[in-house]
């Protein structure tokens, strides 16, 4: 099973500025990667997926980058609306896909 | 697209439930879904999934033997039947449409099982 391991565990961020999130994976999972964003109390939202392309609807501001074992989520500019939990998937080995412990982005 | 999951609730440690996914606007029958569940306070965990068809079906070993996955396609609805149910199995489950070979791009909104005595 491929472990994905995110970092940091929470982000203290202030509104405007650049988020950056880290995912790694245990072993190459090429652009097989997604991430989505919760909110307390909602289900997950896709942002990302094949490590850089954005979901429906999804702001340009979110971007994601790389690829084999190490990726990025980049917030360019914190909206209000950006303090969530954000998780990473691979879905290379399916089944299982497996998720990252997720990033908490908070005010700062 | 609209998923809707339902049937969680309460019950003891070894007994059973069986959960619901009611899905409209897209054709069902096309696409993988997944169950997906979240502890509380804590990550995603995927649990199973069942092609378009029915007929491949995929589940993580801390389920597998107990749970089981199925769809019915003339209802546009999918099931899971959880049996032996432990005390680690408390989650809101979810149900998610995977993309052709992406991400899952539709989820429900969730339903909480609470195995408890």
């Known amino acids: 099973e491929i472990v994905m391991t995110q970092s940091p565990a929470t982000l203290s961020v202030s509104p405007g500025e650049r988020a950056t999130l880290s995912c790694r994976a245990s072993?190459?999972?090429?652009?097989?990667l997604a991430w989505y964003q919760q909110k307390p109390g909602q289900a997950p939202r896709l942002l990302i997926y094949?490590?850089?392309f954005r979901a429906t609807g999804v702001p340009a501001r979110f971007s994601g980058s790389g690829s084999g074992t190490e990726f990025t989520l980049t917030i360019s500019s914190l909206q209000s609306e950006d303090f969530a939990v954000y998780y990473c998937q691979q879905y290379k080995n399916w089944p299982p896909v497996t998720f990252g412990g997720g990033t908490k982005v908070e005010i700062k | 697209v609209q998923l809707l999951e339902s049937g969680g609730g309460l019950v003891q440690p070894g007994g059973s439930l069986r959960l619901s996914c009611a899905a409209s606007?897209?054709?069902?029958?096309?696409?993988?879904i997944s169950w997906v569940r979240q502890a509380p306070g804590k990550g995603l965990e995927w649990v199973s999934g069942?092609?378009?068809?029915?007929?491949?079906?995929y589940y993580a070993d801390s389920v597998k033997g107990r749970f089981t996955i199925s769809r019915d396609n003339s209802k546009n609805t999918l099931y899971l039947q959880m049996n032996s149910l432990r005390a680690e199995d408390t989650a809101v489950y979810y149900c998610?449409?995977?993309?052709?070979?992406?991400?899952?791009?539709?989820w429900g909104q969730g339903t909480l099982v609470t195995v408890s005595s």
């Open positions: 072993q190459s999972v090429s652009s097989n």
């Open positions: 069942i092609s378009g068809s029915g007929d491949d079906t």
């Open positions: 094949g490590a850089s």
């Open positions: 998610a449409k995977r993309m052709t070979t992406a991400g899952f791009d539709y």
């Open positions: 606007g897209f054709s069902f029958s096309t696409y993988v």
